[in-house]
């Protein structure tokens, strides 16, 4: 059974940061591309970030790059996104993903950027 647990979000003021992780198991994690997503009431779903299986290929939503980083770990079998310099805008739930698998995703980690 594929778990994906999402962890390390919290408060932050603007222009703070945070580490997100995503501890997987059930799978071969580096086996398998992995992505963050987040989730807002207003836009709904809104990919942010996609790393490839040997963590050598990474893509970034336009409104991310430059402030937030996707790396991970196969030894640990973590994904991690680094956010800085955070927005307002970046409050949201942040899921990972196998793949791009939906159905997949854990329960989430609240961020919430506000003064």
């Known amino acids: 059974e594929v778990q994906l647990v999402e962890s390390g979000g919290g408060l932050v003021q603007p222009g703070g940061s945070l580490r997100l992780s995503c501890s997987a198991s059930?799978?071969?994690?580096?086996?398998?591309?992995m992505s963050w997503i987040r989730q807002t009431p207003e836009k709904g779903f809104e990919w942010v970030a996609e790393?490839?299986?040997?963590?050598?290929?990474?893509y970034l939503t336009d409104s991310v790059k430059g402030r937030f980083t996707i790396s991970r770990d196969n030894a640990k079998n973590t994904l991690y996104l680094q956010l800085n310099s955070l927005k307002t805008d970046d409050t949201a739930i942040y899921y990972c993903?196998?793949?791009?698998?939906?159905?997949?995703r854990g329960q989430g980690t609240q961020v919430t950027v506000s003064s």
């Open positions: 993903l196998r793949g791009r698998d939906f159905s997949s």
């Open positions: 790393i490839s299986a040997g963590g050598d290929a990474n």
């Open positions: 059930g799978f071969s994690f580096g086996n398998y591309g």
